[in-house]
Nanobody
């Protein structure tokens, strides 16, 4: 059974950087597209970024385009979300999720069937 664990969250000042990791156990992640989603208090869940199983396709929300990058290391069964130039509005709980549709990189949460427990990112202004 696929299990996902996020790590790398924390408190950072505005303009700073963090790298989130999403590590899988149970199955090889290269058969899954991986998405990152976030939810701030009182707000709806928002899709942030996604990467295909091969790593050859990716997608970003407009709000993070040019600031965030996504990558995957098959040898570590891990997907990374590098977040640069962080803003206070990036504060949220970040979740990674897996879709069995390996080429799916749209940010529609219903297509992602396995979810991690989330990691808190707080950006202080």
């Amino acid at each position: 059974q696929l299990q996902l664990v996020e790590s790398g969250g924390g408190l950072v000042q505005s303009g700073g950087s963090l790298r989130l990791s999403c590590t899988a156990s149970g199955v090889a992640l290269n058969n899954y597209a991986i998405g990152w989603f976030r939810q701030a208090p009182g707000k709806d869940r928002e899709g942030v970024s996604a990467i295909s199983g091969s790593g050859g396709s990716w997608n970003f929300a407009t709000s993070v385009l040019g600031r965030f990058t996504i990558s995957r290391d098959h040898s570590k069964n891990t997907v990374f979300l590098q977040m640069n130039s962080l803003k206070s509005e990036d504060t949220a709980v970040y979740y990674c999720a897996a879709s069995p549709l390996a080429d799916y990189v749209l940010l529609r949460a219903e297509k992602f069937t396995s979810w991690g427990q989330g990691t808190q990112v707080t950006v202080s202004s």
